[in-house]
């Protein structure tokens, strides 16, 4: 079965940094694109970033680009999404999510559990 699991998440200061972590099993990983989701409270998911499969292509939503850089390593199946200089607006559960663009990745429903996210000082 699929399965993903994030990690990383925590309180930080605004401006800080932060590197989530998705560990990926189930599936050959290598073969698929994938995608980070955010979900604030009170609102609904929020496509972040995606990764084609062998890693060469990335894209951005506008709210964080330039800030986060989203990558993976296929040879340990794992995800990642290095946040910098992060906001209050960045607040959210994160999700990695398999698909590579907003409809497959919202829509698929493969999510992980979602690791929180809070900025704050």
């Known amino acids: 079965e699929v399965q993903l699991v994030e990690s990383g998440g925590s309180l930080v200061q605004p401006g800080g940094s932060l590197r989530l972590s998705c560990a990926a099993s189930g599936f050959i990983f290598g073969r698929y694109d994938m995608s980070w989701v955010r979900q604030a409270p009170g609102k609904g998911p929020e496509w972040v970033s995606a990764?084609?499969?062998?890693?060469?292509?990335?894209y951005y939503a506008d709210s964080v680009k330039g800030r986060f850089t989203i990558s993976r390593d296929n040879a340990k199946n794992t995800l990642y999404l290095q946040m910098n200089s992060l906001k209050p607006e960045d607040t959210a559960v994160y999700y990695c999510?398999?698909?590579?663009?907003?409809?497959?990745?919202?829509?698929?429903?493969?999510w992980g559990q979602g690791t929180q996210v809070t900025v704050s000082s």
């Open positions: 990764i084609n499969s062998g890693g060469g292509s990335t």
């Open positions: 999510a398999l698909g590579g663009t907003v409809v497959a990745a919202l829509e698929g429903g493969y």
